[in-house]
């Protein structure tokens, strides 16, 4: 039963921004978007989270509209390296609660 | 910061062997850490959350007996495969929760077991 849906692959090419959408529709108020990445044969990477504000740091930027249905993560400038499979997560920022995981989106960079 | 270490990071044992997989935060406490297993061409799948100093809660269809789980410190939990068989061969993930750190998780680099 997952709580967000995801494209299941994009490509981008090399210095592009990339820009992954998820949808969270049945999202609750107190529900985060959490995003991670996971590079083939390697534990996921945290990127950014966010509750209603956008939010940037040195990696990425999150959009999420008015509404938090949808999601949108930006990664202004891709390279090779940023080739993964992206997860967008909802999940309350509770310690303690578990992150579960989707299908996830696979960026393919491409030069 | 917010390292997450697992040992060993490949295994390949006999079937009916046990493997143990160490799980530790170095650089900040965890009193939660949670187990994955992840098969190729799939997605993570929750086995278990590890608490320290009590009982890990396991997920709808994971056998507690199989795979034992010790939180018994602060900084490291344990992953036990009894018995495995080669149907237990899989990327096996960990990750540890900083409260300091927004309750953010941190994932360690996983471990590959390959059971014969």
């Known amino acids: 039963d997952a709580k ?17 959408p998820c949808n969270h529709s049945t999202i609750s108020g107190n529900e985060y978007v959490y995003w991670y990445r996971q590079i083939h044969s390697q534990g996921p990477q945290y990127i950014i989270h966010g509750l209603k504000n ?10 999420i509209t008015e509404d ?4 949108t993560l930006i990664l202004p400038h891709a390279t090779l390296r940023d080739t ?13 609660n578990k992150l579960v995981f989707g299908a996830g989106t696979i960026l393919r960079v491409k030069s | 910061g917010a390292v997450v270490s697992q040992h060993p990071s490949w295994v ?3 079937s009916g062997t046990s493997v143990k997989i160490e799980c530790r935060s170095l650089d900040f406490q965890a009193t939660t850490m949670f187990w ?8 993570l799948m929750l086995m278990a959350t590890s608490n320290e100093g009590s009982k890990a809660t396991y997920e709808q269809g994971v056998e507690k007996d199989k795979f034992l789980i010790n939180h018994a410190s602060l900084t490291l939990s344990t992953l036990t495969v009894t018995s495995a ?3 237990d061969s899989s990327f096996y993930i960990c990750s540890a ?5 927004g309750n953010e998780q941190f994932f360690g680099p996983g471990t590959r077991l390959t059971v014969l």
């Open chain 1, 4 to 20: 967000t849906t995801q494209p299941t692959s994009m490509d981008c090419a090399e210095g592009r921004a990339a820009n992954l």
């Open chain 1, 54 to 63: 956008n939010e940037t740091n040195e990696m990425a930027s999150l959009i």
């Open chain 1, 68 to 71: 938090r249905k949808s999601s």
């Open chain 1, 84 to 96: 993964a499979v992206y997860y967008c997560i909802v999940r309350v920022a509770e310690y303690g």
């Open chain 2, 12 to 14: 390949i044992c006999k």
């Open chain 2, 36 to 43: 994955y297993r992840q098969f190729p061409k799939q997605s």
């Open chain 2, 85 to 87: 068989h080669p149907e």
């Open chain 2, 97 to 101: 929760q900083s409260s300091g750190r």
